[in-house]
């Protein structure tokens, strides 16, 4: 039947990726994914009647945002009312004109600050203030400087926060120093590393106490072309590996069609979605190609700009 057939795709999907997942550390999302997808599993014959899809991950409802005006200013509507479902392990970018608004979404969305309307919530529960299952990632690098790699990126699993969460950091820290590609650069300082290493330690600092959600605001908008192609794709052998949700703002329409399975479209400010395009093309993706292209255009006339 129809409806099976899509419930086990999804499942072994799901499977998947928690084995992925757990290659690298057996924590809190590994133990939330497998458990769901052995209750799925197990209880095969009701799956009948049950709903294929589960309950997005991140849900935003009639999100609005306004800053007041400070002195004779008047105030600024940022977010014009925002409606946005992510689901588990999605990769999704946001891309829309400067100063719409997309910073302030993702700053909300980890828990900093305050909508004036509408609701965020993160698997149910409503969005209150930040927590270790949403974790920034800034284009600005925020390393302390006096702390090697390896102490900048165990810093948040020695937070109160996560106190017991985390028994072995330094074992954790090294396989984070291999997964993001810096292998012999544990005990450099940041400022012996080059920007694109700075930015690596970045990711692995904020995969570090294992999140559900990496909110990446532009975090490649700093670097170099080269650099950037580069971490392209490690970010999305590192996405692969560890089954994250995604949400990745930028500015590069090609960058986003490389990476996302959807790609969200803002206005200019106030920012509404004009459009949430969905990317079926597999990966990898090569940006020469006729497919990427298509995409591409289609996403510069949303935005009103050329190739
Ligand atoms: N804390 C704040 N107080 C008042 N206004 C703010 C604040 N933060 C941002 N703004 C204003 O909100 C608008 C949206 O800013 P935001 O940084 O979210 O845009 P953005 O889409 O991320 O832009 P960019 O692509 O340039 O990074 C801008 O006009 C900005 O001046
Ligand atoms: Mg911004």
């Not at 999100?63 to 200013?73: Q, T, V």
């Not at 930040?130 to 948040?156: C, E, K």
């Not at 650099?227 to 329409?253: C, G, N, P, Y």
């Amino acid at each position: 039947m129809r409806v099976e057939e899509t419930t086990e795709q999804l499942i072994t999907i799901r499977i998947d990726r928690a084995k992925g997942q757990m290659n690298i550390s057996p924590l809190a999302l590994n133990d939330r994914v497998t458990s769901k997808t052995s209750s799925m599993v197990n209880t095969q014959a009701g799956l009948r009647t049950a709903n294929p899809m589960p309950p997005p991950r991140i849900h935003i409802k009639g999100l609005r945002l306004e800053y007041p005006g400070a002195g004779a200013r008047p105030p600024l509507t940022v977010l014009g009312g925002i409606d946005l479902d992510v689901r588990a392990g999605e990769f999704v970018c946001l891309i829309g004109p400067s100063g719409c608004g997309k910073s302030s979404l993702i700053t909300l969305l980890a828990g900093y600050g305050k909508p004036t309307a509408g609701t965020l919530s993160v698997d149910g529960v409503k969005v209150e203030g930040p927590a270790p299952d949403r974790v920034m990632v800034f284009q600005q690098p925020s390393l302390f400087p006096w702390y090697t790699v390896r102490a900048n990126i165990t810093f948040g699993m020695k937070l109160k926060a996560n106190r017991g969460r985390f028994s072995d950091s330094g074992a954790r820290a090294d396989e984070l120093i291999q997964l993001v590609g810096l292998n012999g650069f544990g005990d450099h300082l940041p400022n012996e590393l080059s920007g694109g290493m700075r930015q690596r330690v970045e990711i692995a600092r904020a995969l570090a106490v294992d999140p559900a959600i990496l909110l990446m605001d532009e975090p490649f908008g700093a670097l170099d072309a080269l650099t950037r192609l580069t971490l392209q794709r490690e970010m999305l052998r590192i996405w692969q590996a560890t089954s994250k949700t995604v949400l990745f703002v930028t500015h590069d329409i090609v960058e986003a069609v490389l990476l996302a399975d959807s790609i969200v479209v803002f206005s200019p400010r106030p920012a509404t979605i004009r459009e949430r395009v969905k990317i079926d093309l597999p990966r990898p993706r090569h940006r020469d190609s006729a497919e990427v292209g298509r995409v591409a255009r289609h996403i510069a006339d949303l935005l009103e700009v050329s190739l």
